[in-house]
Structure formats: C-alpha cells, structure tokens
C-alpha cells in the first residue's frame, strides 16, 4: 500500500534551517509529481512546494518563495524540503503528498521559536 513517512521536524530558532524528508513506498514513485503542505493550529491546510516528477519544475507558496528549496531522489524514493530562514510563521506541521491524490504522509511538527 501508498505510505509516506515524514521526517526532519523540530525545535529550530528563528532564522535557523531544518530539511524535512518524505520516504515514499508502495507505488512508482518515479511517475508521480510531489508535493508538500503544511497546517498551523486554527488554519487550514496549504500548499508550500511542489516538484514534477523529474525534479525540472517547482513551484512554491508566496510566503516561502527564496527561503524553501523542494527537491527529490527518484532512486531514493524520497522528497525533500529544505527550510532555510525560518520564521515563527512557519511554525505547523508539514506533511508530504503525492500529487493529484489523496495520499498524505502523517506529518512532522516545525516549530520555530526562541
């Protein structure tokens, strides 16, 4: 069966850096353009980044454009999210998606705070 598996969340200062990570199994992952969304309490679930199957388009939320690089290892069977400059805003938890669908990983906490 579909499973994504999130991994990388944590505590981080503002201005630090985190990378998320999403290991995906159970389908071709090589075929399927990636995504990853993130909720913060009381707000609605959103889309951060997207990336096409082969790496060669992303595109990214207005609010983490030049601060959030999307990117993947089709041979790894995994997608990433590096997270540099964050802010408290970003605090939520991001969860990684294949696109078009309704699989979703169970998300990992950020929590960006002093």
């Known amino acids: 069966q579909v499973q994504l598996v999130e991994s990388g969340g944590g505590l981080v200062q503002p201005g630090g850096s985190l990378r998320l990570s999403c290991a995906a199994s159970?389908?071709?992952?090589?075929?399927?353009?990636m995504s990853w969304y993130r909720q913060a309490p009381g707000k609605e679930r959103e889309l951060v980044a997207y990336i096409s199957v082969a790496g060669g388009r992303t595109n990214y939320a207005d609010s983490v454009k030049g601060r959030f690089t999307i990117s993947r290892d089709n041979a790894k069977n995994t997608v990433y999210l590096q997270m540099n400059s964050l802010k408290p805003d970003d605090t939520a938890v991001y969860y990684c998606k294949r696109h078009g669908s309704d699989y979703w990983g169970q998300g990992t906490q950020v929590t960006v705070s002093s």
């Open positions: 159970g389908f071709t992952f090589s075929i399927y353009p």
